[in-house]
Every structure is written in C-alpha cells, then in structure tokens.
C-alpha cells in the first residue's frame, strides 16, 4: 500500500478541558495525567514549576493545554508502569491555565538531572490552545545549571538574546523550591518554540 | 550527545507542507496567539523520547462507547455512529497499542464545558469524552453520538462543521498530534477558516468516509478515519539502547 501523508494538525479549541484535564477541572470523568509528576519518597530535589502563558497582548491566556516530559534526577525516563510505581515518578504531566489565580499553570514535580547523552537538565513542553492551529514545542533549563547551560548545544543553538525565553527561574522559599517560567506566544520577548 | 541527524531513533520530519501555518488571520484566535518567529530547530533528538508511561488499564471497557461511558437516567439523544480506523506512521506501519483520546459536542451542538455559552440543550446522558487505545494492527473504534454544528464568534453566523477532536502522542513525544475529524458532504466544511487554513489537496485527510462496512444494521452509521503520524525513519539495530 502507498503510505498516506501526515495527519494534518488542527487547533485543541477552548472546550479541550473535560476530555483532557477533567479531573483538574472537577468533570466527571477520570483523568490519565495530571499535574503531579513525583510522589514525596521519589528521589531528587521536589519542585514547584510554575508559570503564565501570554499573548501577543501581553495578557495571560485561560485555556492553554501545557504538557510536560521530563527525565528523573538521575536523568532517566521511566518506562513502565512497574518503574512509575517503584520510584513515585511518572516523567510526564499535563495540565490547563483555567483553574488556577491568573491563568498560572503548575506543577509539582522533581528537578531532572543530566541526561546520559550530556544535555543540561531540561523540561520538554508541549503547549496547545484555541487560536494555535499547531502545538508548540519548547523547552525549560535552569537558572541555577549556569555550567551545564553553557555546555548545552540546544541552547548554543539559540540566538543568546533569545535564551532567556528558556531559562527557569528559580525562586527559594520557606515551602520550598520554585521555579518560575513564563510563555509568551508573540510580541517582545516571544519564546523559543523548536521545530523537532 | 548524538546529532539529530545521526540518531538512529531521528523521526521523519513533521511535514510542514500538510500542516496548516500559525498565523491565518481568518481564524481571529490566530492572531494574538500565533508565533511570529521562525522555529528553531531543535539540535537534539527527540525520537528516543517515548510517549508518557500508562497502563492498559488506562482506558475501561467502556472508555471508548460515548453513549455508554456517562449514563444517568436513560440513553443519549441523537444519531448513534461507528467512528473507527487506523492510527499509522507516515511509512504506512501500524503505531499499536496508542492511546487515542476524543472529545465533541452533544447532538444539539453543546459542549459539557462550563464555558460553552452556546443556547442549546446539555444531554445529562452524554459527557461527549472517550478514549481507547489501538489494538495491535493500530485500530481503534469509539461508538458515539453524531455531534452537531454549533455558533462561534469568528465572524458573523459563523458556524463550526459538525467534528470530533482527536488527540494522540503515537510513540514518540514528537509524534504528538491533536486534531480534528469532520463528516463528509458537510456544507460548513467549505466557510470554516478553521478547517480551510490547511493547505488545499491536504484538507480532505480530515474527513472521514462514510463505511458501510463499519455501519452496524439497525444500530448505527460506521465512519472511517486513520490517522498517520510521525514515524521512527529507520529502524535501531538490534542491541542498542
């Protein structure tokens, strides 16, 4: 048989919610993924990611779909069932803006370590939304992986006045560790979004 | 680290000429949310990068049949259809056990979302969600109710053809795709922006045929739609990680 052509993308709407993230949203419907990524014993530095996601009127946007795949703190991706159920850590998360004060999107999570291949400890994101007829992909490194940033060829690969798009920014704070990243769709300061 | 273009996991590149563009000024959403800069290319693979990690518990038995999955005091109003097909990569191979999510208005055009302030009637016996995943050969099947058209602001009597959302990872992260399925001989197909942004002799990859085939007698209408994904551009040999 002759293979077809790529599926067309077409954009997730605003009404993505109860088939999604339903849980999140108080529908009745169980939810497959959420936006808690480690339990309290799973190994490494627990963390609060946390951010907005605005467009090209800087206003914060309420029904964005933000998912997240990332390695554990020894750079490791689980991938069984059995593996999630031993280390508490499931490497994916997925999550909406609308349920949270000012569109703010969050999960709770472990910092991810080096990846075997040696690129610096990363988040890859995944951000769909009424309006976007395509998923972005981008991508969330460390403020305090200075060291490791510098090394890291993704970043390399990326305009130095356009790197700060990328960068979490970390925030220490009696309940812990936050690290603060904000999208912006368009406008000054546009995130890097990755053609992958 | 290996370059993405030695990476014996590399994906076939997303196919930039069947995808609709970011920017399309008829769709008003676009506008203030589409990126004006070009993509970066991303100097790493992210074929090795699987789909997130779920059980195959993860969808139950009736996950898949919208006109079962939310009863609560009878049986959904509308046209029962048959929506099937199969998921496969871009080389034409299966993608097996996947997870395929969907979600759709209600016969009336209504979605259970808070937030849908459409004037039509909510069905307290459809919630309008269901997921599957694909067998080994990358079929699935959902049962549902044929959803309606419905209103949107876009423009003036803007209406929305009758569709159902589709979301899928495939294998890989990088084969994400979220999507929309329209119905054949819909005559809104041709005034939705949202459709019509996809490059013309690409479109009509949206739209499921109608199936005899799948139709079940005296029950309800069968739809076929497949899906193909970003697939795996060569094969890893054997004994590596």
Same mark, same amino acid.
Request: hydrophobic share 35%.
């Given at each position: 048989?002759?293979?077809?052509?790529?599926?067309?993308?077409?954009?997730?709407?605003?009404?993505?919610?109860?088939?999604?993230?339903?849980?999140?949203?108080?529908?009745?419907?169980?939810?497959?993924?959420?936006?808690?990524? &480690?339990?309290?014993?799973?190994?490494?530095?627990?963390?609060?990611?946390?951010?907005?996601? !605005?467009?090209?009127?800087? %206003?914060?946007?309420?029904?964005?779909?933000?998912?997240?795949?990332?390695?554990?703190?020894?750079?490791?991706?689980?991938?069984?069932?059995?593996?999630?159920?031993?280390?508490?850590?499931?490497?994916?998360?997925?999550?909406?803006?609308?349920?949270?004060?000012?569109? &703010?999107? %969050?999960?709770?999570?472990?910092?991810?370590?080096?990846?075997?291949?040696?690129?610096?400890?990363?988040?890859?994101?995944?951000?769909?939304?009424?309006?976007?007829?395509?998923?972005? !992909?981008?991508?969330?490194?460390?403020?305090?992986?200075?060291?490791?940033?510098?090394?890291?060829?993704?970043?390399?690969?990326?305009?130095?006045?356009?790197?700060?798009?990328?960068?979490?920014?970390?925030?220490?704070?009696?309940?812990?560790?936050?690290?603060? !990243?904000?999208?912006?769709?368009?406008?000054?300061?546009?995130?890097?979004?990755?053609?992958? | 680290? $290996?370059?993405?273009?030695?990476?014996?996991?590399?994906?076939?590149?997303?196919?930039?000429?069947?995808?609709?563009?970011?920017?399309?000024?008829?769709?008003?959403?676009?506008?203030?949310?589409?990126?004006?800069?070009?993509?970066?290319?991303?100097?790493?693979?992210?074929?090795?990068?699987?789909?997130?990690?779920?059980?195959?518990?993860?969808?139950?038995?009736?996950?898949?049949?919208?006109?079962?999955?939310?009863?609560?005091?009878?049986?959904?109003i509308?046209?029962?259809?048959?929506?099937?097909?199969?998921?496969?990569?871009?080389?034409?191979?299966?993608?097996?056990?996947?997870?395929?999510?969907?979600?759709?208005?209600n016969?009336a055009?209504r979605?259970?979302?808070?937030?849908?302030?459409?004037d039509a009637p909510l069905d307290?016996?459809?919630?309008?969600?269901?997921?599957?995943?694909?067998?080994?050969?990358?079929?699935?099947?959902?049962?549902?109710?044929?959803?309606?058209?419905?209103?949107?602001?876009?423009?003036?009597?803007?209406?929305?053809?009758?569709?159902?959302?589709?979301?899928?990872?495939?294998?890989?992260?990088?084969?994400?795709?979220? $999507?929309?399925?329209?119905?054949?001989?819909?005559?809104?197909?041709?005034?939705?922006?949202?459709?019509?942004?996809?490059?013309?002799?690409?479109?009509?990859?949206?739209?499921?045929?109608?199936?005899?085939?799948? $139709?079940?007698?005296?029950?309800?209408?069968?739809?076929?739609?497949?899906?193909?994904?970003?697939?795996?551009?060569?094969?890893?040999?054997?004994?590596?990680?």
């Open positions: 048989m002759t293979p077809a052509g790529q599926t067309p993308s077409q954009t997730v709407g605003p009404f993505f919610a109860y088939g999604l993230v339903p849980r999140q949203y108080g529908y009745e419907l169980s939810s497959l993924f959420g936006a808690v990524l &480690a339990r309290p014993d799973t190994a490494g530095l627990a963390i609060r990611l946390t951010g907005q996601v !605005f467009d090209g009127n800087n %206003e914060t946007i309420g029904d964005a779909l933000i998912e997240i795949r990332q390695a554990d703190a020894q750079g490791r991706y689980p991938g069984s069932t059995d593996e999630i159920a031993a280390s508490g850590f499931s490497g994916f998360g997925r999550v909406g803006t609308g349920t949270l004060p000012g569109n &703010a999107y %969050e999960f709770r999570t472990v910092k991810p370590g080096v990846t075997p291949d040696g690129q610096a400890p990363h988040i890859d994101v995944i951000v769909s939304m009424r309006g976007l007829l395509s998923h972005v !992909f981008t991508r969330i490194y460390f403020s305090d992986e200075e060291a490791a940033n510098a090394r890291d060829p993704v970043l390399d690969s990326v305009a130095p006045e356009r790197r700060p798009t990328l960068i979490a920014q970390r925030i220490d704070e009696a309940g812990g560790v936050t690290y603060r !990243f904000d999208i912006r769709m368009h406008g000054d300061h546009e995130t890097v979004f990755f053609d992958v | 680290m $290996t370059s993405p273009e030695k990476s014996p996991f590399a994906l076939s590149p997303r196919d930039w000429q069947s995808q609709p563009p970011y920017l399309h000024p008829p769709y008003k959403s676009s506008v203030a949310r589409a990126p004006r800069h070009a993509l970066v290319p991303l100097k790493a693979s992210l074929g090795e990068l699987t789909q997130p990690v779920y059980g195959h518990d993860s969808a139950s038995d009736i996950d898949h049949d919208l006109t079962r999955n939310a009863l609560k005091n009878g049986e959904p509308g046209e029962r259809i048959i929506v099937t097909g199969r998921v496969l990569d871009d080389a034409g191979r299966p993608v097996p056990d996947t997870l395929v999510e969907i979600w759709q208005a016969a055009g979605y259970v979302h808070r937030t849908d302030q459409h307290p016996n459809f919630l309008g969600a269901g997921r599957t995943l694909t067998d080994s050969q990358g079929r699935y099947r959902f049962v549902t109710i044929k959803p309606g058209a419905y209103p949107w602001g876009n423009h003036h009597n803007a209406w929305r053809p009758n569709h159902i959302h589709f979301s899928l990872f495939g294998l890989h992260f990088a084969s994400r795709l979220v $999507t929309q399925m329209y119905f054949p001989g819909d005559p809104l197909l041709e005034l939705d922006p949202i459709y019509q942004c996809t490059p013309e002799g690409i479109r009509s990859r949206l739209v499921a045929g109608f199936s005899l085939d799948h $139709t079940e007698p005296g029950r309800a209408l069968g739809y076929e739609f497949d899906i193909v994904l970003r697939g795996a551009r060569a094969t890893p040999m054997q004994g590596q990680p």
